[in-house]
């Protein structure tokens, strides 16, 4: 069984997801200045789930273009949604087996150290990563608001079937 934190991340990408069923080619690539696009927003939760549990937890970077696409700080740009789902699916595929592993002793363990000597572990990161995926999708449900979209998904989902509370074990 994997550890509570992560159902609570899959559960995440699970409304990620649904927040963005039926949506159009089209108007993901339309920007609401200041903020990305929404095939932005997908290929750049992509590149930080490749960056923190692929490149710097196991040494492994398969979609380097998504550093200089959809990287933190990187100019705006509408990239195609089909090729950003794909990233998409493709990093969360390659990010699953690891995140099996990860039991409440490997997410307390010092991974990475940054610039600024924040010291990040497992527990950290997993954690940055579902508020960060909770922030876009608020963001992308505010576009399309803005874009027109109308019964659109309600939020949270069946969250008490798909990722009820468990304890940490």
Known sequence: ??????????????EFKRALL????????RRVPPMNCI???????????QLNWLTRMQGQTP??????LVGYE????TPPLAEMWTAWHTVTQLVDP????LTTQKLQEVVHIDEEQRVYT??????????????????????RQMLGHTDLPEFVGDIEAE???LPHF
């Open 1 to 14: 069984m994997p550890h509570p934190l992560v159902v609570q991340l899959r559960f995440t990408r699970s």
């Open 22 to 29: 039926g949506f159009s080619d089209a108007d993901a690539h």
């Open 39 to 49: 095939s932005w927003n997908i290929g750049h939760l992509a590149w930080q789930e």
């Open 63 to 68: 979609l380097p273009q998504l550093n200089e």
């Open 74 to 77: 990187q100019a705006a740009c």
């Open 98 to 101: 690891f995140l099996d592993t």
């Open 122 to 143: 497992p527990g950290v990161v997993l954690q940055r990563i579902i508020y960060h995926y909770w922030y876009h999708l608020g963001e992308n449900m505010a576009i």
């Open 163 to 165: 990722a009820p509370y």
